[in-house]
């Protein structure tokens, strides 16, 4: 039996047979990916009362983050040049039930399946750089944006990768409600993709990720642009709170798994840290297999993936 295998029993075990919750699909990628960072979520909790205001136009117009796949590359944060084509097109595998999850095209829209966090069990699986070649494949749809969001407040690798250390952002936001979200977005120069650094640090950072505050944020992003994708880099789900605190809110998760590396019980370690009833999708990183292998079908969770 399979890592994903167990991992998806693992996750049937946990819901009621007709749980309407149930994952709307698995994805595995053998992909020849780089070390992994860690970054963060955000969420979407949107909550009847909370007024949902057009967008002010406060955007941020004094930066623009240069998206250069050269320095990108030799960061190994993108695959090389002769392997680029090959991981495209596994990474169009993965988001294509993910963009269907969120716009109900092509299959029922989750609620708040616009916000997808980005998981890993532990440290070195690979969700950073799946994380930021997911949100440059994303980009390249039509009709949607991309916003890739740093809530790895401790170790925020987007960030740092693009230049935004230093500025204003996720954690800011929360802390202050004087200051608009919107102000504190960052464009790219990849159309179609905008950049949400993590901000200013703060020992009480899990706390302002689970407040009322963060609810708020998310029925923004939701309401402002409903064509966008929220891609949220999030810290390992065993060590930290923060991404467990973002789970809440989401409305779908992509869990890395590194091929023969993680350990099968901190998958399942990882899984339990989510919590019942939660949309879970898994892709397999730094598989060995060979090129034109299979990936496992995009069914309901309660069925054993199967080749296709």
Do not use: C
């Amino acid at each position: 039996m399979s890592l994903v295998e167990i991992a998806l029993k693992k996750i049937q075990a946990a819901r009621p047979p007709n749980d309407p919750s149930r994952p709307a699909g698995v994805a595995r990628a053998a992909a020849d990916a780089a070390p992994s960072l860690q970054a963060g979520t955000l969420d979407d909790t949107v909550e009847q009362e909370q007024p949902l205001l057009p967008e002010r136009p406060r955007h941020r117009t004094d930066k623009q983050i240069r998206v250069d796949r050269n320095v990108l590359r030799s960061m190994e944060m993108l695959p090389p040049e002769h392997q680029e084509r090959a991981l495209a097109d596994q990474f169009r595998q993965i988001k294509r039930p993910l963009i269907a999850n969120a716009t109900g095209r092509g299959g029922e829209k989750l609620p708040r399946g616009q916000f997808i966090m980005m998981g890993s069990a532990m440290p070195g699986e690979g969700k950073t750089f799946t994380s930021l070649n997911l949100a440059l494949s994303m980009a390249l749809e039509k009709d949607i944006s991309v916003l890739l969001v740093d809530a790895d407040v401790a170790k925020p690798h987007i960030s740092t990768i693009f230049g935004a250390a230093n500025e204003p952002g996720l954690l800011d936001v929360l802390r202050d409600e004087s200051i608009d979200l919107a102000s504190v977005i960052l464009p790219t120069d990849v159309p179609g993709l905008q950049i949400l650094p993590a901000g200013r640090r703060s020992e009480t950072a899990t706390e302002l990720l689970a407040s009322h505050r963060m609810d708020q944020l998310v029925a923004q992003l939701a309401a402002r642009d409903p064509a966008r994708i929220a891609l949220i880099d999030s810290p390992p789900l065993l060590l930290t709170t923060e991404s467990r605190a973002l789970a809440q809110s989401v409305g779908q998760v992509v869990l890395v798994v590194r091929a023969g590396i993680t350990p099968q019980q901190a998958v399942l370690d990882a899984i339990e840290k989510l919590g019942e009833g939660r949309p879970i999708s898994l892709v397999l990183n730094q598989s060995t297999a060979a090129p034109g292998g299979y990936y496992y079908g995009y069914g309901d969770a309660d069925r054993a993936p199967t080749p296709v």
